[in-house]
């Protein structure tokens, strides 16, 4: 089956800990990204991939680092995490350069405290 | 920049009404018009879309057409399901931009029987 896979679904942490959103998709697409989705602010994109160490900033990245060291893996890393970065994260593949259609992941809900 | 406006939900209907959720834009250059649909629990799937002015989407008893005079891509459904409560999201896209969407704020719909 064709999907994108995020872990945790859900986490609470703790203002300064370090933590790791994995993202994992099995479609073989060359793009991948990061959103966040925050109430009356519909989603806004964290970072971008167009492939395999080829990365650039979106619209919010502050407070966010990505790295593509394969294909398939899209982790977002927060270092030191602050309460505005709670939120729910999603994120989304495609193939290529194409807009035509976006694959999603079912969300991480983050809540830092 | 652009930028996507929603009307403001919550909208709440009951089952068989008739369904309108107005979407307009702002954009610099020609861009695809989405509308994505969230289901509780759930990562955005894309429910339709269209690539250029007069086109109209349609999917799942669901339709838009893109108007470029007006700026508009409103969504519309004749005969609405309990099951078709989510939240919808309207968005565009530019053919050469990796897949990134610009999002309304997202727009509740709530269908009683």
């Known amino acids: 089956e064709a999907q994108v896979t995020q872990n945790p679904r859900y986490l609470i942490t703790v203002t300064g800990k370090k933590l790791t959103v994995t993202c994992s998709q099995n479609?073989?697409?060359?793009?991948m990204s990061w959103y966040r989705q925050d109430p009356g602010l519909g989603l806004r994109q964290i970072y971008y991939s167009m492939n395999v160490e080829v990365t650039d900033k979106g619209d919010v990245p502050e407070g966010y680092k990505v790295s593509r060291k394969e294909k398939r893996n899209f982790p977002l890393i927060l270092e030191s995490p602050s309460p505005n970065q709670t939120s729910l994260y999603f994120c989304?593949?495609?193939?290529?350069?194409?807009?035509?259609?976006?694959?999603f992941g079912s969300g991480t809900q983050l809540s830092v405290l | 920049g652009d930028s996507v406006t929603q009307m403001e939900g919550p909208v709440t209907l009951s089952e068989e009404a008739f369904l309108t959720i107005n979407c307009t834009y702002t954009a610099t250059g020609y861009p695809s018009l989405f509308w994505y649909v969230q289901y509780p629990g759930e990562g955005l799937q894309l429910l339709l879309k269209a690539t250029k002015a007069d086109d109209k989407g349609s999917n799942k008893g669901f339709e838009a057409t893109y108007r470029k005079e007006t700026t508009s891509f409103h969504l519309e459904k004749g005969s609405v399901q309990v099951s078709d409560s989510a939240v919808y999201f309207c968005?565009?896209?530019?053919?050469?931009?990796?897949?990134?969407?610009?999002f309304g704020q997202g727009t509740i719909l709530t269908v009683h029987p």
């Open positions: 968005a565009l896209s530019y053919r050469t931009s990796y897949g990134k969407l610009t």
């Open positions: 479609m073989n697409h060359e793009y």
């Open positions: 989304a593949s495609s193939v290529g350069q194409s807009n035509e259609k976006l694959f």
